[in-house]
């Protein structure tokens, strides 16, 4: 019974392990070990526990791994930062033009300068992000989207 109480130890240390991992092995570990206890419960046997032990690790490692790295760690991408910014309205606080300007984006005031040198934009005017340009905002009249 020790045995089986050590195996137990060992798969949950590993659980518990993986929260501060989170690339999902721990937890294929954990599960073998715990099946590694199971199995010494039954048969009382170390070879066959380590045997139970490396095979069910292995197969979750190979099989189940994988499909749920897709799964919850390779989602649909998020955009952040800067990228977020790209086709966000914003509203033009002072003239901005291809020389520069400034606009209100997500509640803060970016320097700004228009996406084409015939546009200029006038205060209070919606306007749409073009691209970010390293701390400036590329500007498009709303309308031409």
Known sequence: MIPALIWLAAGVALMVAEVLSGDLVLIMLGVGALAGGASASITGHTAIDVAVFAVVSIGLLV????????????????????????????????????????????????????????QRMEPGERVTVVEISGATAVVSAAHLR
């Open 63 to 118: 099989l189940a791994r994988p499909a749920l790295k897709r799964r919850f760690l390779m989602g649909p991408s998020v955009k952040t930062n800067t990228e977020a910014l790209v086709g966000a309205e914003a509203v033009v606080t002072s003239t901005v033009d291809l020389d520069g300007g400034q606009v209100k984006l997500g509640g803060e005031v970016w320097s700004a300068r228009s996406f084409s040198e015939d």
